[in-house]
């Protein structure tokens, strides 16, 4: 048989192989170009708040601070709703990992943060108007903050959008903001990097394979085109 029907055969068939794939990566790629990248970030939803330090306020001092608690690495000020603290990481097992917050004014330890301060936390932060329809203890990360150390509070609010916000317990901090428009593009990120497990390698087989396929799908097409000018001319 002719060169030109393998290739027509060829052509078909890795058509029909790649053609659902890239479909998904078009559909996908529509996605991520049409809504902002702020917005799939939640930038919408919640901004951080710096607050100035009162400079004549009593605070324990750093000596205090260091006897009553060794092997500080850091140390830093900072507010945290109406209370000034300070937030310290402290050497664990060879690494600068462990943080607490501590009370600026009485050197007491006050996290894990409690359910009531992490919900004002969240009320602070939300630039919406929708209620908190939930709080929950997180000690098993749920696949969109895969990545965050836990345990961690999960604050979620009556929006359209669904919005979660995830708070650390040990320094406060608003770790991720989760909605529906972001849980939408981790979807489609899924099939546009073929990574059905973590979401996360850009580099894995599966997309090799994928992009080498359709790779020889666009040579295939371009010795067909070739071909059929060549024949043309001949006859």
Do not use: C
């Amino acid at each position: 048989m002719k060169p030109a029907f393998w290739a027509r055969r060829a052509h078909k068939w890795i058509g029909l192989i790649v053609g659902v794939q890239a479909l998904l990566w078009m559909i996908s790629g529509v996605y991520m170009t049409v809504v902002p990248l702020e917005i799939i970030h939640g930038d919408h939803l919640a901004h951080a708040h710096s607050e100035s330090l009162a400079a004549a306020t009593p605070r324990i001092g750093q000596a205090a601070l260091l006897d009553r608690y060794p092997d500080i690495t850091s140390v830093k000020l900072k507010r945290l709703l109406d209370q000034e603290v300070y937030e310290i990481r402290q050497e664990k097992n060879g690494q600068d990992k462990q943080a607490a917050l501590i009370d600026a004014r009485s050197g007491a330890k006050i996290t894990p943060l409690e359910r009531g301060t992490v919900v004002a936390l969240a009320r602070k932060a939300y630039q919406g108007e929708a209620e908190i329809v939930g709080v929950e203890w997180v000690t098993k990360a749920p696949q969109e903050v895969a990545k965050r150390p836990v345990p961690m509070w999960a604050v979620r609010f009556a929006d359209s959008g669904a919005t979660t916000f995830y708070f650390s317990p040990d320094t406060g901090d608003l770790l991720a903001r989760r909605h529906s428009l972001w849980r939408w593009f981790d979807f489609l990120w899924m099939f546009h990097i073929m990574d059905y497990q973590a979401r996360s390698d850009v580099n894995n087989t599966l997309l090799r394979i994928a992009a080498s396929v359709g790779l020889l799908f666009a040579l295939s097409g371009a010795w067909l085109v070739f071909y059929s000018f060549r024949w043309r001319r001949t006859a």
